[in-house]
């Protein structure tokens, strides 16, 4: 098991910056990738953006071009870097670890861009 913080939430204008972190600590060398994630009301969480150990990376196309994950060498933390952000970019932000078929979740940050 892995237990996550996240951090870096907050108010915005359109146009601005934030960069989300998230920590990890438990059992992180058994983390295969960690991803951000968001969840509409009423709806499934839906991916922002992820990143395996070995470096690779998946983004929605909402995102791509605007926002980077990164993370260090054991996947102890992840960065999302989230540039020109966007009113519909108002959301709570997920850090999600992946341990095989298994998915910790932590308990998310606000993420508010203002018009």
């Known amino acids: 098991q892995v237990q996550l913080v996240e951090s870096g939430g907050g108010l915005v204008q359109a146009g601005g910056s934030l960069r989300l972190s998230c920590a990890a600590s438990g059992s992180v060398f058994r983390i295969n990738a960690m991803g951000w994630y968001i969840q509409a009301p009423g709806k499934q969480r839906e991916l922002v953006a992820s990143?395996?150990?070995?470096?690779?990376?998946n983004y929605a196309d909402s995102v791509k071009g605007r926002f980077t994950i990164s993370g260090d060498n054991v996947l102890n933390t992840v960065y999302l870097q989230m540039n020109s952000l966007k009113p519909e970019d108002t959301d709570v932000y997920y850090c999600?670890?992946?341990?095989?078929?298994?998915?910790?979740w932590g308990q998310g940050t606000q993420v508010t861009v203002s018009s």
């Open positions: 990143i395996t150990r070995g470096g690779s990376t």
């Open positions: 999600a670890a992946d341990i095989g078929r298994v998915r910790s």
